[in-house]
Nanobody, 120 residues
Framework: QVQLVQSGGGLVQAGNSLRLSCAASGRTFSGYPMGWFRQAPGMEREFVAAVTGGNVYYGISVKGRATISRDNAKNTVYLQVKSLKPEDTAVYYC???????????????WGQGTQVTVSS
């Protein structure tokens, strides 16, 4: 059974940084895209970042402030976001086995979600 277990998040002051981690178990995702999404209250789920074998992709709202990385040996993906803003407040979800479709990014496996609240 595949599990994606997230850690990190919580309450952060605007201007600071956060780092989220997501450890996968049940199968290896080496060679498969992994990434992050987020969903703010009343909003649709939003693509944040993805990392494939050799490329990284970022959503418009975090581009220039976010860094996604992975450790294949640990089957883990990380997301660091700096210069946080109150509008970054959302539930952040890690995802594995992503694919880019016409309507945007989607994924086959999802983490449990972690709340990130940015205070002004």
């Amino acid at each position: 059974q595949v599990q994606l277990v997230q850690s990190g998040g919580g309450l952060v002051q605007a201007g600071n940084s956060l780092r989220l981690s997501c450890a996968a178990s049940g199968r290896t995702f080496s060679g498969y895209p992994m990434g992050w999404f987020r969903q703010a209250p009343g909003m649709e789920r939003e693509f944040v970042a993805a990392v494939t074998g050799g490329n990284v992709y970022y959503g418009i709202s975090v581009k220039g402030r976010a860094t996604i990385s992975r450790d294949n040996a640990k089957n883990t993906v990380y997301l660091q976001v700096k210069s946080l803003k109150p509008e970054d407040t959302a539930v952040y979800y890690c995802a594995a086995d992503l694919r880019k479709e016409v309507r945007g990014w989607s994924a086959n496996y999802w983490g449990q979600g972690t709340q990130v609240t940015v205070s002004s």
